[in-house]
């Protein structure tokens, strides 16, 4: 038997149920990007609003791309169950909020239709950093994508993120009604900003009215999330239903921790987002900027120098003492670079980061992390490195993480395995690397690619210097041997 609204009642008691009448719940929330993360995340923070009495805030999920998730859910009646794991404990929550989920390419029309109707008040998006088309170097759109593209020379049938906020947004203001607020809710350095330009772009394009209605009355806040959400996998899904007593295949694994911090600037109608524990602030950048540089910049050296070693998950890579001294040592480059805000206390933030990484019963995959490398390096790996050049400051644990994922663009782990590079410019990294010989020409042509690295990386002769030996020492030690000489 499959979770649905019928078994519900038969659920073991330790499962907590939505306490709230989902019929009455209306359809407030469009969220574009219907993975596991916005399962764990923000559709949690929802459904606790509409557990507190606030009926406004049930979810319609998009999905710009398959029908997965639609039908997992959809014979579910939208309902899964939120697993937190820590540890050998573990608490289950069946989640309500999802009323529906659209498949874009099936049935465009119906998702431009949901984002304008009048009931739609925010609209959140987590469609990893290569769904905002966008150059990861400069944060300018890509026109030249294909999906921009078609969005900029027609509307009818959008293939974008942001191509379909604008066609929301162009329905609401032809019918007169208020703009929706669009929270971005990716790991993108200015993600609000970023995703204003980027729909202000597009929608000058059809109508510069429009633009200018959207400038001037929409809203983009700028938003942090966190948590930290591993794939769900075949035998999560069997061991669920060994404790329930019903087959869940929309379920999602994540940790205790939760965190949203949103700047304080909507359009429209909001849920009590305070009480729901999410934090408002009026600069979320110093958040924003903290948990690029410390939580995701750690994940993506762990990535890439665990998974060329055959490191599997997370946790097994800090129970090494040189895993464990490489984080700390790469945490204590970065930090330096931060002016954390009032209430983060970076000692404490780095030993809740360290707990959680050790957490094995979320077996957390380095090669999930490692997919979109290039869309990540510059606000995880760059930023503080050249804020740090500037400085006259040492980046040798930096430079470390850089140089395996330079090792990574190979394809080849240190076992010689070969694999599939998952990244939107993996054909530009392998052109570059084809016909390098040695180290030094690889990260020249690595450092060349722009939409990665800004001219100043490659400009800085000491950084290329540290890169290239980096790199060397991990062709010849191999990313193992090469944690082996790190100490804390």
Request: proline share 5%; with cysteine.
């Amino acid at each position: 038997m499959r979770l649905s609204a019928a078994s519900l009642d038969g659920l073991p008691a330790a499962v907590v149920r939505p306490g709230y009448d989902r019929e009455r719940a209306t359809i407030g929330v469009v969220h574009i990007g219907i993975g596991a993360f916005h399962r764990a995340h923000q559709a949690a923070v929802f459904d606790a609003a509409l557990a507190s009495g606030d009926n406004r805030w049930g979810i319609t999920g998009v999905s710009l791309r398959s029908a997965t998730v639609r039908d997992q859910m959809e014979p579910q009646d939208g309902l899964y169950t939120l697993v937190e794991r820590d540890g050998d404990a573990q608490a289950l929550r069946i989640i309500g909020a999802v009323k529906d989920v659209l498949v874009a390419p099936e049935d465009p029309g119906a998702v431009v239709a949901r984002l304008a109707s009048p009931d739609v008040h925010i609209v959140t998006l987590t469609v990893t950093e290569k769904g905002y088309h966008l150059d990861p170097a400069t944060g300018t759109l890509r026109t030249a994508d294909a999906e921009i593209a078609a969005d900029l020379a027609s509307l009818s049938a959008p293939r974008s993120a942001p191509g379909f906020l604008v066609a929301g947004l162009a329905q609401r203001y032809a019918a007169g009604l208020p703009p929706f607020t669009a929270l971005s809710c990716d790991n993108l350095p200015h993600n609000g900003a970023r995703l204003r330009s980027a729909v202000l772009a597009i929608a000058a394009a059809h109508d510069p009215a429009l633009a200018e209605w959207i400038a001037a009355e929409g809203a983009f806040p700028q938003t942090m999330v966190d948590r930290i959400v591993p794939a769900t996998t075949v035998e999560d899904i069997a061991a669920l239903a060994d404790r329930i007593g019903v087959e869940d295949r929309a379920m999602v694994k994540t940790e205790p921790f939760l965190q949203w911090v949103i700047e304080d600037h909507f359009c429209g109608p909001r849920p009590d987002f305070a009480a729901l524990g999410v934090q408002l602030t009026d600069d979320v950048a110093p958040w924003e900027e903290a948990k690029l540089r410390l939580l995701n910049g750690a994940h993506s050296g762990i990535a890439y120098l665990g998974g060329l070693a055959g490191i599997e998950h997370v946790d097994g890579f800090v129970a090494l003492p040189g895993g464990r001294a490489f984080v700390e040592a790469l945490w204590d480059e970065s930090a330096a670079t931060l002016t954390p805000p009032e209430g983060l206390d970076i000692v404490r933030y780095r030993a809740a980061l360290m707990g959680r990484f050790a957490n094995g019963s979320l077996a957390h995959r380095t090669r999930q992390i490692a997919m979109d490398g290039s869309q990540k390096l510059p606000q995880r790996l760059i930023a503080p490195v050249l804020a740090r050049r500037e400085r006259g400051s040492g980046v040798e644990a930096l430079a470390l993480a850089i140089a395996a994922w330079m090792r990574w663009q190979s394809g080849v782990d240190d076992a010689g395995e070969g694999f599939a590079v998952d990244d939107p410019l993996a054909a530009e990294t392998a052109a570059a690397l084809a016909g390098a010989t040695t180290a030094a020409e690889r990260v020249a042509a690595l450092l060349a690619i722009r939409a990665i690295f800004p001219a100043a990386v490659a400009q800085d002769a000491g950084l290329v210097a540290t890169l290239t030996q980096a790199l060397e020492r991990l062709e010849e030690q191999g990313a193992l041997g090469v944690l082996g000489g790190v100490s804390s």
